[in-house]
């Protein structure tokens, strides 16, 4: 399961099954918001993205697992009306946003890579062979960076806290040096249909075919 670098914090901690939902969802589209809202629960992860007020894409994910898009929303929507789960807000500024929501959707080529038996000119080599277009997921426990290339080309780096693309990276707290740090080489899926099947999708009529589903 992609688990994102964390945004400026906006909200930590919640419990969704305490707010008025869909209309939370709603309320930040209608004030523009841009950045991701983080779901956990007892054994599955979700992310839901949003761009400049719109629901751009969805991932949820347990184990190995994944599901995106119309069906991810629908399983977010379980998880808010289950027990245990909870919501972190992070906000992201409009670019980052847009690779974050790509990186949602993307592929993950290579998985779990040991950073300590990685060959970094090779990856290099490829990257830049390949004019590869996608993000490097760098983790370690709970600290994660992503670097993101658009055709070979370094565009920066989303560092945990931050809310913009970072042009530089502070090696000496690098999350690479940490003790069982993994990478993960995420290649961006192009003319993705996702993103089309979750813009103007009606969250209040998919909110009450899952409450249906749970409660009748």
Not at 4 to 10: A, D, K, Q, T, Y
């Amino acid at each position: 399961m992609l688990v994102l670098p964390r945004g400026r914090v906006v909200k930590e901690g919640l419990d969704p099954a305490r707010l008025k939902m869909p209309d939370a969802l709603i309320k930040m589209c209608t004030n523009g918001f841009s950045g991701y809202l983080s779901f956990t629960g007892s054994d599955d992860r979700a992310v839901l993205c949003y761009e400049a007020g719109k629901i751009v894409a969805g991932l949820w994910g347990v184990e190995e697992r994944q599901l995106t898009g119309e069906q991810a929303l629908e399983q977010i929507f379980r998880m808010i009306q289950g027990d245990g789960c909870q919501l972190d807000i992070y906000r992201v500024d409009a670019r980052l946003a847009s690779l974050v929501h790509k990186a949602c959707e993307g592929e993950v080529i290579f998985p779990h890579q040991s950073m300590t038996l990685l060959d970094v000119d090779r990856l290099m080599d490829y990257i830049d062979r390949q004019q590869f277009c996608g993000a490097l997921r760098i983790y370690a426990a709970s600290q994660v960076t992503m670097i993101f290339y658009h055709q070979g080309e370094e565009l920066g780096f989303f560092h945990d806290g931050q809310a913009e693309l970072s042009f530089q990276a502070d090696l000496n707290h690098s999350v690479a040096v940490l003790e069982g740090c993994q990478l993960d080489v995420i290649r961006f899926v192009e003319n993705s249909q996702i993103n089309l099947r979750l813009t103007g999708l009606n969250l209040e009529k998919t909110w009450l075919k899952i409450w249906r589903e749970l409660n009748l």
